[in-house]
């Protein structure tokens, strides 16, 4: 056993994204033990708070997808409890875990984005659901991605080709979000690049280019083992592949993140990496990126996740 001391995975809880999550958690664990890391996981539930308290944790890794895992809400109990964790502390995820207010940050940084708007589900109900259609259509153009404001997993995404399915789209987006983020589409290779920070600042690992077999990349290709194809390195220019590497630690750094996170970029037909979004709690299944980037950098995902314990731990007690 490493001097860690013993390591909680804190996964499951009680978002959509929590199948997810517990797939993260088991990979996780099993890394881990793997190398000889005393490890626990726990599936988050109103016990947790109890065995916190009465039998604490070295170290804590949050593999929380999704509202309450994300959004700041574990970090901010976790910091209640004194307990040191990986990750980005509650306000930065809070910032990251909002779409709009991430690409706010991100744009006044330099980092191209898509053209978007973002209205509440009581615009369109009290406005006037059609004429507002009409104005965002004519200003952002087609085809167009509405997505709630916050939450991943693709859950509550939709492509827009024509202006008559907007409506639509918004209804399924509501379903998730009380906002909705509708973004221009952008044409070009999907591309997911992971970065990691274990102590001597955050650095790029290689972009994984993504290609759903069919459709969209949405929740069935993201997690259905052969429905996306996943390229390492992405076969892009280097040029472009350097660009897509500094977009993704300068949203990192703008948006006050640490440790690890994952930036999803589209580049588009003159080879400009747009951002999409960045995820604080990336996953760790078989079919996510972040560990499909560390496995192309060479990187052991066991061995980087337990140095990123050390290091959260090493943090807390210098501060």
């Not at 890794?61 to 895992?69: A, D, K, Y």
């Not at 004194?82 to 991100?106: H, I, M, N, Q, W």
């Not at 994984?208 to 993201?222: H, K, L, N, S």
């Not at 640490?258 to 709690?281: H, Y």
């Amino acid at each position: 056993m490493t001097d860690l001391g013993r390591v909680l995975v804190l996964a499951g809880g009680l978002s959509v994204e929590r199948e997810v999550s517990l797939s993260s958690g088991s990979r996780l664990h099993e890394a881990l033990s793997r190398i000889g890391v005393d490890t626990e996981l726990r599936d988050v539930d109103d016990a947790t708070l109890t065995a916190l308290a009465g039998d604490p944790p070295a170290v804590v890794i949050p593999v929380l997808h999704g509202t309450s895992g994300e959004d700041g809400t574990i970090r901010e109990v976790l910091d209640l409890y004194g307990l040191p964790y990986v990750g980005a502390e509650p306000a930065a995820c809070r910032s990251a875990f909002d779409k709009a207010a991430a690409k706010a940050t991100v744009t006044a940084s330099g980092i191209s984005t898509p053209r978007a708007v973002t209205l509440p589900r009581e615009a369109f109900h009290d406005l006037g659901a059609a004429q507002l259609i009409d104005r965002v259509v004519g200003r952002l153009g087609l085809p167009l991605v509405v997505k709630p404001r916050a939450g991943g997993s693709s859950f509550g995404v939709g492509r827009v080709e024509e202006a008559g399915q907007l409506a639509e789209a918004l209804m399924a987006c509501f379903g998730y979000h009380d906002w909705a983020l509708i973004e221009q589409a952008v044409t070009g290779v999907e591309i997911a690049v992971g970065v990691v920070d274990t102590g001597s600042g955050p650095i790029a690992l290689p972009a994984v280019e993504i290609e759903p077999v069919t459709g969209p990349y949405d929740y069935a290709a993201r997690y259905t083992p052969g429905a996306t194809t996943f390229i390492t390195p992405a076969r892009l220019p280097a040029a472009v592949l350097d660009a897509a590497a500094a977009a993704a630690v300068a949203a990192h750094q703008a948006l006050g993140l640490r440790d690890l996170s994952r930036t999803d970029l589209i580049v588009d037909a003159a080879g400009v990496p747009q951002f999409l979004e960045v995820n604080v709690a990336p996953g760790m299944t078989d079919t996510s990126t972040w560990p499909m980037c560390l496995e192309a950098a060479g990187l052991e995902f066991g061995v980087v996740c337990r140095d990123l314990a050390a290091a959260a731990q090493n943090r807390s007690r210098h501060h």
